[in-house]
Nanobody, 124 residues
Framework: QVQLVESGGGLVQAGGSLRLSCAASGRTFSRYAMGWFRQAPGKEREFVAVINWSGSDSYYPDSVKGRFTISRDNTKNTVYLQMNSLKPEDTAVYFC?????????????????WGQGTQVTVSS
């Protein structure tokens, strides 16, 4: 069992930056791939970033590539999402998720555990 708690969301102006954190419980955190997803009102949940179990591989969709960076610290059981050059269209609730396969998968259905989400609002 893994419990995930996100933090770091908030209100920021367009062009600004935020760093999200996701703290995980459990001693097997380092075995899981970790992903970030987001969901805006009235829209489906969208893949944002994923990092494999060791941190050696990551993947992003074109919508955030070059602006967002995912990283992890397995000694702290924490995964991060650094978001730069934020745009109003990045406004959403951001969720972190854990995938027991350890691989960089992008489909939400692949993930076994989810956090409660943190709101990110980007004003224009």
């Amino acid at each position: 069992q893994v419990q995930l708690v996100e933090s770091g969301g908030g209100l920021v102006q367009a062009g600004g930056s935020l760093r999200l954190s996701c703290a995980a419980s459990g001693r097997t955190f380092s075995r899981y791939a970790m992903g970030w997803f987001r969901q805006a009102p009235g829209k489906e949940r969208e893949f944002v970033a994923v990092i494999n179990w060791s941190g050696s591989d990551s993947y992003y969709p074109d919508s955030v590539k070059g602006r967002f960076t995912i990283s992890r610290d397995n000694t702290k059981n924490t995964v991060y999402l650094q978001m730069n050059s934020l745009k109003p269209e990045d406004t959403a609730v951001y969720f972190c998720a854990a995938d027991a396969s350890g691989a960089t998968r992008t489909g939400a259905i692949a993930y076994d555990y989810w956090g409660q989400g943190t709101q990110v609002t980007v004003s224009s």
